[in-house]
C-alpha cells in the first residue's frame, strides 16, 4: 500500500486539496454542524424521556419512533433527492427538524410533556433524516476534485461530532435545561441548513422523466444489482450487521463496565473514538490502488472490538485495540464511500446509496434485540466469541469476491450513462479505468 500509487502510475500530479473549494468548506461545516445535532439527539432525548419518568420504555419507543421512518423511507429519499437534486431535499429536512426539536423544546418548558408527544416529534425528525441521508454521497463528489480526501475529512468530523455531541447534549440537560439541548441541536440543523443553502448552484442533473416512483425505485435498484461489487459488499454488511455490530455494542458495553467500571469504559469508548480520527487521517493519505481491498484489510482490525471484552483483557489492552480497531473500521469507511462515489454515475448515486444505507441498518436493530436473549443462555462472552469469530470469516469472504477485490481506485467521479430503461439489457459490470 503507497501513498497515491494510481496517479503515480498515470503520471497524474496531486488532485488539490478540498479546502480550497469554497463549496467543499460550505459542505464541510453545514455537514459537522448536522453530525453533531445527531450526536446530541440521542442523548437528549434518551435523559428527558427518563426524566420525565416514561423509564427505559419510554426510550425504546421514543428511539424506535425516530428509526422507523428512516428505514421505511429512506429509498423514497434517494428516489426524492435524484428527483429534485440532494441540496432541495437536505435543505428541506434540516428545515423540518429543526421545526421538529423548537416545538420539542417548547414542550418540555412548558411542562407536562406526553410521550405520544415525543414519539410524534421523532418521527417527523427520523422522516426528514431519510430524505437527508441519500444526498450526502452525491454533493461529494461535487464539492471537491479529491473524493478520497474529502470524505478522509467528514470521517474526522463525524469522529469528533461522536466524541463532543453526547457530552454536549448530557452537560446541557444536567446543567442546564431539558428545553435548552433541544434549542441547541435545531440551532446545529439550522447551521447545516444554512451551509447547504448557497450549494444550490451545483452541476446537479435532475431527473425530468415523468416515471412513476416504482420505476424510479426499479432504476436505482437496476444500478445497485448491476454492480457485484456493490451489491456482494452489502449482502455481507448486512450479516455482519447481524451478527457483529448488533451484539457488539450493548454486551460489549456491559462488560466493560463490569469489568472496568463506568469511567473505565468511558476510556476505552474514548479511545475507539480517538482510533477513528486516526483512521480518517490516514484515509487522507494513504491512497490504494485497489481501495476495497485496503479496506476490508483494515477492518480485519474491527474483530478486536468484541474480542476483548469476551477475553477479559486488561484496561491498557482493550483500551489499545478499542483504538486499533476505531482506526480500522474509519479506514473502511473512507474507502468504501470514495469507491461508490467515484464508480456509480452522480444521475443515479442518491438512489443507490439509499439502498447501500438500507441495506446496511436495516438488521442491526433486529441483532440488537436478540443480542440480550441470546446472551441470557449462552453468555454475553460466548456471543462476542462468535462475533468476533463471524466478523473474520465475513470479511475474508469479501475477499473471496472477485469484483470486490479487483475494483480500482478512480480518482474523478463517474461518467453520467443514459438511465436504463425498462426491458432494456443490464449494462457491463462497472470496472475502473
Not at 486516526?278 to 474480542?307: D, I, K, Y
Not at 469507511?333 to 439502498?355: E, N
Request: neutral net charge; aromatic residues 10%; glycine residues 12%.
Amino acid at each position: 500500500m503507497t501513498t497515491d500509487d494510481t496517479a503515480a502510475a498515470h503520471g497524474a500530479g496531486p488532485l488539490p486539496s478540498p479546502w480550497r473549494s469554497r463549496r467543499f468548506r460550505l459542505f464541510f461545516t453545514a455537514r459537522s454542524a448536522s453530525l453533531l445535532a445527531d450526536g446530541m439527539l440521542m442523548v437528549s432525548v434518551t435523559t428527558s424521556v427518563l426524566g420525565s419518568g416514561f423509564g427505559a420504555t419510554g426510550v425504546g419507543y421514543a428511539l424506535a419512533a425516530w428509526m422507523a421512518p428512516i428505514v421505511l423511507l429512506i429509498l423514497f429519499g434517494g428516489v426524492l433527492a435524484d428527483r429534485f437534486t440532494p441540496q432541495v431535499m437536505m435543505v428541506g429536512a434540516d428545515a423540518v427538524r429543526v421545526v421538529a426539536m423548537l416545538v420539542m423544546a417548547g414542550l418540555f418548558a412548558a411542562g407536562g410533556v406526553r410521550l405520544w408527544q415525543i414519539m410524534a416529534l421523532m418521527a417527523v425528525s427520523g422522516a426528514a433524516t431519510a430524505m437527508f441521508q441519500p444526498g450526502l454521497a452525491s454533493i461529494v463528489p461535487r464539492v471537491a476534485d479529491d473524493i478520497q480526501r474529502a470524505n478522509a475529512l467528514l470521517r474526522i468530523s463525524e469522529s469528533m461530532a461522536t466524541l463532543i455531541g453526547p457530552g454536549l447534549a448530557g452537560f446541557l440537560v444536567a446543567y442546564g435545561d431539558r428545553a435548552v439541548s433541544f434549542v441547541v441541536i435545531a440551532v446545529a440543523y439550522g447551521v447545516s441548513a444554512g451551509g447547504l443553502l448557497p450549494l444550490r448552484g451545483l452541476a446537479a442533473e435532475r431527473d425530468e422523466s415523468d416515471d412513476p416512483m416504482w420505476r424510479r425505485l426499479a432504476t436505482g435498484w437496476h444500478e445497485f444489482r448491476s454492480r457485484s461489487w456493490l451489491w456482494g459488499v452489502i449482502s455481507l454488511w448486512a450479516v455482519y450487521g447481524l451478527f457483529v455490530f448488533g451484539p457488539s455494542l450493548p454486551l460489549g458495553a456491559a462488560l466493560l463496565t463490569e469489568q472496568h467500571g463506568a469511567t473505565g469504559y468511558g476510556w476505552i469508548a474514548s479511545a475507539d473514538g480517538l482510533g477513528t480520527i486516526v483512521g480518517g487521517l490516514l484515509g487522507m493519505r494513504v491512497r490504494p490502488r485497489r481501495p476495497l481491498v485496503a479496506g476490508v484489510g483494515a477492518m480485519f482490525f474491527f474483530a478486536l472490538n468484541p474480542l476483548a471484552p469476551a477475553l477479559g483483557w486488561n484496561f491498557a489492552l482493550t483500551a489499545v485495540t478499542g483504538m486499533i480497531a476505531g482506526c480500522g473500521f474509519a479506514f473502511w469507511g473512507v474507502m468504501w464511500a470514495t469507491s461508490v462515489q467515484s464508480h456509480v454515475p452522480l444521475a443515479v448515486l442518491s438512489r443507490v446509496s439509499a439502498y447501500d444505507i438500507a441495506g446496511s441498518i436495516m438488521v442491526i436493530p433486529l441483532g440488537r434485540a436478540l443480542a440480550g436473549p441470546v446472551a441470557d443462555d449462552f453468555g454475553a462472552d460466548r456471543v462476542l466469541l462468535v462475533s468476533s469469530a463471524v466478523s473474520f470469516l465475513l470479511l475474508a469472504a469479501m475477499l473471496c469476491v472477485p469484483a470486490i477485490r479487483r475494483l480500482e481506485r478512480r480518482d474523478g467521479p463517474a461518467p453520467d450513462a443514459p438511465l436504463p430503461r425498462e426491458k432494456e439489457p443490464a449494462p457491463a459490470e462497472t470496472t475502473a479505468p
